[in-house]
């Protein structure tokens, strides 16, 4: 697999991007997320991507993060759910509120994707739910971090998307209204349904 390409951008737009390395020019298909991030036209880059092989195709994906790209793969691994249907997802929502639509099982807020209907939402949140879970796992701390679950959890969210601010908030929200203590997965999980219920 071709793990990054890293070159000059050629031409960009919201849904590709060429650039130029060692004097070949890659066309990268990104989501809009992505394209946000990029510099100008010919200025160099960095692009996370994936080479996605059909019989009579291939084509990259590029993405500006490991989350993005690890949500990528995860969506196309899915029964039903393609490409092109996997940036859609990732131009109409960010990791970390999918991630939470999700584990909560919100239905109504991946019904609201483009090309994401009541089955297909139902078969995501069937078919992801407990790998994206274990992504925010326990095992998943870093041995820097103290050993405090609420700064794990903070951290968790963070790693999700989470602005640290924000992911302060919902752990700190969560252990006020419980008034207990908790396990991380448990504080980890109220925390991203106090967040999806904000969505």
Do not use: C
């Amino acid at each position: 697999m071709i793990a990054y390409i890293q070159g000059t951008i050629v031409e960009k737009s919201p849904t590709r991007v060429v650039l130029e390395s060692n004097g070949l020019g890659y066309e990268i298909h990104i989501p809009v997320p992505t394209y946000e991030k990029l510099p100008a036209v010919g200025d160099r880059a960095k692009l996370l991507t994936y080479l996605h092989v059909r019989e009579d195709l291939l084509q990259l994906y590029g993405f500006s993060s490991d989350e993005q790209r690890a949500l990528f793969l995860a969506l196309i691994s899915v029964s039903g759910i393609g490409p092109r249907i996997a940036l859609g997802v990732l131009s109409g929502i960010t990791v970390a509120d999918f991630t939470t639509a999700v584990i909560s099982e919100n239905l109504s807020l991946l019904t609201q994707i483009q090309g994401i209907g009541k089955k297909t939402a139902q078969r995501l949140v069937m078919e992801l739910k407990d790998k994206l879970q274990r992504r925010i796992d326990i095992s998943t701390t870093p041995s820097w971090l103290s050993h405090d679950t609420a700064e794990e959890a903070i951290h968790a969210l963070i790693s999700l998307g989470y602005r640290q601010s924000e992911a302060q908030r919902l752990v700190n929200q969560v252990l006020a209204a419980e008034q207990r203590t908790l396990s991380l997965e448990v504080l980890i999980k109220k925390a991203l349904q106090t967040g999806s219920a904000r969505i």
